[in-house]
């Protein structure tokens, strides 16, 4: 495997990823969804073509190579987080979904009219929607922590939110509006001391740093398969193995029952309680390739080049007159949003796509964030492990392009 990174290349070679080998792009938007490696799509191929089953339910070898295939990747997986046994991992449709099972489970489990659940100005709609959805029907209290005048949590005004005694806070560890990295381990010792329990949004940390759920001591963590290189169609849920344990199911099905009958039914274990119906078996497999493929860079080389693409998208925007990077955090993803004055976000990803380099824009499925920084939207340029310093310059030259537009 060829890899760079240091002379301000690729971490890997365009060719690894064929849809990047066979178009000229500059793909500016791994954290909607990153583009995939060979390795995994053919990991994947000889999955369905060698190995295919329906698992856990039949005793032929094949069935049973696909079973040891689908829970082969469970406890790849539970090992990429640190997990203490691969029973913490749930299998998911993406991380959305997993965080819709917590707050559908433990949360219409354990929480109760007027119990107080905080979210915080940086989250993706998924992790503030499912809770505004639980506030309604069971009458909680919903609160989010404020930023800094940098994109920041607001540490002191988590502490005062904390001292309200809520029963769960749900926070990123990693912001896709503004890429603001989160203090994790400092966040979650604090919601403990306060009786909180904690779900940590992984969904941009997953590809950027390296996730430790013993050492942050976080209740659940959710990713998703599609933003670490996987396929979509797979997310992970991670939960501490007593709470899941007291966990009731949040649908019901086929291989996530002890036993049926018409009176009642004795529910399986988690985390098979949690996977009703046939579950993502072919994706795993490329979750499972995908993660194989990202610590074989290494997360310390992946940090790195995530400052120096960082650090010279911010240099070279500020050569442009009238664009404006959001959000100052301390420590942030390789992500860069930014504003063009008297161009919509909207406006400026088209005149970019035309050029071949490929942006998000909009308010990112953050409009609580985007609200609080008064934008309608910004520009979003997210990196992976594809892009290398030229994939900026030419996003660059297309914004010189639309502000030499916009002058005549």
């Not at 219409?108 to 992790?127: F, I, K, P």
């Not at 274990?269 to 074989?296: H, M, W």
Request: glycine share 10%; proline share 6%.
């Amino acid at each position: 495997m060829r890899s760079g990174g240091i002379d301000g290349s690729a971490l890997l070679e365009r060719d690894q990823f064929p849809l990047l080998a066979a178009q000229d792009i500059a793909y500016l938007d791994s954290a909607a969804s990153a583009q995939k490696p060979r390795i995994v799509l053919e990991a994947m191929r000889r999955f369905y073509e060698t190995s295919y089953a329906n698992i856990h339910r039949a005793v032929y070898p094949l069935s049973e190579a696909a079973t040891e295939a689908y829970e082969g990747a469970r406890a790849r997986v539970g090992g990429f987080l640190g997990a203490p046994s691969a029973d913490c991992i749930v299998f998911t449709r993406n991380a959305t979904e997993a965080v819709n099972l917590v707050a559908n489970s433990f949360g219409g489990s354990r929480l109760r009219a007027g119990d107080h659940v905080l979210v915080t100005l940086l989250e993706h709609h998924a992790n503030i929607v499912p809770w505004q959805m639980l506030r309604d029907r069971l009458g909680l209290r919903l609160s989010a922590v404020p930023l800094d005048a940098a994109g920041d949590l607001d540490l002191d005004a988590l502490d005062y939110l904390l001292a309200a005694r809520p029963k769960l806070l749900a926070v990123t560890a990693a912001a896709n509006g503004i890429g603001t990295r989160t203090p994790i381990k400092e966040i979650v010792a604090r919601a403990h001391r306060a009786g909180a329990a904690v779900l940590v949004d992984a969904a941009q940390a997953a590809p950027h740093l390296k996730i430790d759920v013993a050492d942050w001591d976080c209740d659940f963590l959710v990713f998703t398969g599609h933003k670490l290189y996987g396929p979509d169609g797979i997310g992970v849920l991670y939960g501490k193995p007593d709470l899941l344990a007291a966990m009731p199911p949040w649908q019901g099905g086929g291989d996530m029952i002890r036993s049926v009958t018409i009176a009642r039914t004795e529910f399986a274990d988690p985390p098979q309680r949690f996977e009703a119906g046939t579950p993502p078996i072919g994706a795993a497999v490329g979750l499972a390739a995908a993660i194989d493929l990202v610590e074989q860079v290494g997360f310390r080389r992946i940090e790195a080049h995530d400052r120096m693409l960082v650090d010279y998208t911010l240099r070279r925007l500020s050569e442009i007159p009238g664009i404006t990077p959001v959000g100052d955090p301390k420590v942030r993803i390789g992500i860069v949003s930014f504003v063009v004055e008297g161009i919509h976000p909207h406006d400026v990803g088209s005149l970019l796509g035309a050029r071949g380099v490929c942006v998000r824009t909009g308010h990112h499925c953050a409009q609580p964030l985007m609200e609080h920084l008064g934008l309608p939207g910004t520009v979003r340029a997210s990196f992976g492990l594809y892009n290398a310093l030229g994939d900026i310059d030419r996003m660059v030259e297309g914004l010189q392009g639309a502000r030499q537009m916009l002058a005549r």
